[in-house]
Nanobody, 114 residues
């Protein structure tokens, strides 16, 4: 199970930085990802990063606003979220990418007010 932190309440246009403690990931992990689930919707992909090379990929809805990064030494994966909108309101999770059932954590709530 991975552990997410950094969520909160922010006004539209604001920023938040989420962090994921990835120390429990398998040593063979190729990539890590952030995912989110809004009320009444299915969980969706947000961003991913390859662990060794740092190659990134983003959902179209967050491209240009969110930045994923990783710190190999600290075993963390961060998600910098800028220009937030109410549509970004969701519980955010990190996981391997592609995701694996046994690694979902509790998530961290992000609420963006208009």
């Amino acid at each position: 199970q991975l552990v997410e932190s950094g969520g909160g309440l922010v006004q539209a246009g604001g920023s938040l930085r989420l962090s994921c403690d990835a120390s429990r990931r398998p040593s063979s992990t190729y990539a890590m990802g952030w995912f989110r689930q809004a009320p009444g919707k299915e969980r969706e992909f947000v961003a991913s990063i390859s662990w060794r090379l740092g190659n990134t990929n983003y959902a179209d809805s967050v491209k240009g606003r969110f930045t994923i990064s990783r710190d190999n030494a600290k075993n963390t994966v961060d998600l910098q979220m800028d220009s937030l909108t109410p549509e970004d309101t969701a519980v955010y999770y990190c996981n391997l990418h592609p995701s694996r059932a046994g690694y979902w954590g509790q998530g961290t709530q992000v609420t963006v007010s208009s």
